[in-house]
């Protein structure tokens, strides 16, 4: 099952660093996305992809899952969604001021 996972993600952070190479300003904000997002899977499959009962002391359970990669990923998805929200708003007050996305327009020439 990891091996799925650790292909999952590279295949995530394959298309979000081709999206971040791109010239329009959505399509790098799609690769931050893409990029957090196989960050996110990566670190849970680093974790271990363990099965056990919920981390509460009963009598005979011996095995129980480990929460703290789980809470530390929700954590970073919260992150990600504040950060994907700027990125946009920042890309929407970009366009309606240049009329342009093209981040080789909005560097301007050297020429000028």
């Known amino acids: 099952m990891e091996i799925i996972m650790t292909g999952l993600a590279s295949i995530l952070f394959g298309a979000g660093i081709y999206n971040l190479l791109q010239k329009q300003l959505l399509r790098i904000v799609v690769g931050t996305v893409l990029v957090s997002?196989?960050?996110?899977?990566?670190?849970?499959?680093?974790?271990?992809?363990?099965?056990?009962?919920?981390?509460?002391?009963?009598?005979?359970?011996t095995e129980y899952a480990d929460p703290l990669p789980q809470a530390l990923v929700l954590t970073a998805i919260v992150i990600a969604f504040g950060v994907t929200s700027f990125l946009l708003?920042?890309?929407?007050?970009?366009?309606?001021?240049?009329?342009?996305?093209?981040?080789?327009?909005?560097?301007?020439?050297?020429h000028e």
Do not use: C, I, W
């Not at 960050?39 to 981390?55: C, E, S």
């Open 37 to 61: 997002h196989g960050a996110h899977l990566y670190f849970l499959t680093m974790a271990q992809l363990k099965r056990g009962a919920p981390p509460l002391v009963v009598d005979g359970v």
């Open 89 to 110: 708003v920042l890309a929407y007050r970009t366009y309606t001021l240049n009329k342009t996305d093209n981040m080789e327009e909005l560097r301007g020439s050297d």
